[in-house]
């Protein structure tokens, strides 16, 4: 199991939730803990596509959510990574942007519980 705090009974109630209510869950976690998850390895961070072709960048509230998601395709090395929001706002959506990229917020099976700009993901933010 990942590390963080939260069990994986508890990691499958998130999981269940609707989209809506996954995306509120998240933006309260990231305001309470300041800490948001992505997936990848040492070199690289998993990024995916939605039907038009924009390249989504998952993240998820906790790690044990991220594990669940990706642990069937992981490729050896990958793992849940820890990426503080100030961090993030600093350094990644700078980068986000160049890359013309947007957020999906907590997938499961798939689906993106929203996707924002990173407009919108900052404006969440506030």
């Not at 939730?17 to 992505?38: C, E, S, Y």
């Not at 992981?74 to 990426?83: N, T, V």
């Not at 942007?97 to 700009?117: R, S, Y």
């Amino acid at each position: 199991m990942a590390r963080d705090d939260i069990s994986r009974g508890e990691a499958d109630r998130l999981r269940a939730l609707g989209g809506d209510d996954r995306v509120a869950a998240t933006f309260d976690v990231l305001a309470g803990k300041g800490v948001l998850w992505v997936w990848g390895d040492e070199f690289d961070t998993l990024f995916t596509e939605d039907a038009r072709r924009t390249t989504l960048l998952p993240i998820w509230p906790y790690a044990t959510v991220a594990q669940l998601e990706n642990e069937e395709d992981a490729e050896p090395g990958e793992h849940p990574i820890a990426i503080p929001v100030d961090e993030f706002l600093k350094e990644w959506l700078p980068q986000l942007k160049e890359d013309d990229a947007d957020i999906a917020i907590f997938p499961v099976d798939g689906h993106n519980a929203g996707q924002l700009t990173l407009k919108e993901f900052r404006a969440k933010l506030d």
